[in-house]
């Protein structure tokens, strides 16, 4: 009770301010939101284009330790939550219109394919939020990128520990992994990218400086291929730094 009277006042001093209009989302955001929601529509055709259930997850290795059909449904309602947020904060972006893709997702002939291709799924779509923060002009879009980057990171990792023995190498010389639209939407099998799954449906965000966003193991530059190339120390070599490149071994997938 005294929780719900607290979130019930902080929601009145919020509506109390007025809103101030140069944070707003600019159309510059549009495409940011619009290639957003194509990444997590395909989450969500890729749980809901095949219909599954406990006979089916049987089969899948360490399943009854996990849980799949029960975390798995709860997964798909978070995907179906996150849909749902980018359609309103895309309702509040100028010249922002739900993209119509034709996902070409890919289909598991056991319980066990279906949670290796989630993995891969969950993994790049979790990069893929991480770099769209880089293109964004406003906090209401940078938020919501922030939140399901999260939830995909969340996602990857409970995978991972169901199909890997050890997910967290102690040698790792970077951060999460992390790509740039123009990589992601590329077509080709390297890790990250989805170009395949969304066939001509959105086109990538351009960065806001009209520079190349570059991304290193522990951080991002605008511009600045040596600023991103900054290691965990300077007695290891930072992995290879590019426009598309980004720090791939946390996962070790
Ligand atoms: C809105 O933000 C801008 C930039 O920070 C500031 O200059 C302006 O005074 C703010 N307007 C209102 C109404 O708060
Ligand atoms: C369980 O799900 C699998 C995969 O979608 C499907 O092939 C199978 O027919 C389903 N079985 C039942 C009993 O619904
Ligand atoms: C959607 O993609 C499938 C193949 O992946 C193709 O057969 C179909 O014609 C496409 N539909 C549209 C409307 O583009
Ligand atoms: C089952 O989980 C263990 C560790 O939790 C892991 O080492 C093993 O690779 C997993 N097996 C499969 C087939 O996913
Ligand atoms: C980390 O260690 C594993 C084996 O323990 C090895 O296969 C891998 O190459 C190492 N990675 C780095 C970046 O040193
Ligand atoms: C990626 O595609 C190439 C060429 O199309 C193919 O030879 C290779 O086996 C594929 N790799 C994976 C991991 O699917
Ligand atoms: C790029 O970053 C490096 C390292 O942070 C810095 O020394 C250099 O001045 C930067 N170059 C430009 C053009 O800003």
Not at 5 to 13: H, I
Not at 58 to 71: D, I, M, V, W
Not at 149 to 174: R, Y
Not at 224 to 231: H, L
Request: charged share 10%; with cysteine; hydrophobic share 40%.
């Amino acid at each position: 009770m005294r929780f719900f009277s607290m979130f019930g006042g902080l929601l009145l001093a919020g509506a109390a301010l007025a809103q101030n209009t140069s944070c707003s989302p600019k159309s510059s955001d549009a495409a940011v939101v619009e290639y957003a929601y194509a990444l997590q529509g395909l989450l969500e055709r890729y749980y809901t284009s095949q219909p599954i259930n406990q006979t089916f997850l049987q089969t899948a290795t360490n399943g009854s330790r996990l849980e799949y059909y029960q975390n798995l449904l709860g997964i798909q309602r978070q995907n179906r939550l996150g849909v749902r947020a980018l359609q309103v904060v895309g309702a509040k972006v100028p010249g922002y219109s739900n993209p119509r893709c034709n996902y070409s997702v890919p289909r598991a002939s056991s319980g066990e394919q279906y949670v290796t291709i989630a993995l891969g799924l969950e993994a790049d779509v979790a990069a893929a939020f991480i770099g769209a923060t880089a293109y964004t002009q406003s906090p209401e879009v940078s938020f919501i990128l922030a939140r399901l980057a999260a939830v995909h990171t969340a996602d990857t990792t409970w995978l991972a520990a169901g199909q890997k023995g050890i997910i967290f190498p102690s040698n790792t010389s970077s951060l999460v992994p992390a790509f740039n639209p123009a990589y992601v939407l590329g077509l080709g099998n390297e890790t990250g990218r989805l170009g395949r799954y969304l066939p001509n449906c959105v086109s990538a965000p351009s960065s806001p400086c009209d520079q190349p966003f570059f991304i290193g193991p522990l951080v991002g530059s605008v511009g600045n291929r040596t600023s991103a190339a900054a290691g965990p120390s300077s007695s290891v070599p930072s992995p290879s730094i590019s426009p598309t490149a980004a720090a791939r071994n946390r996962f070790a997938i």
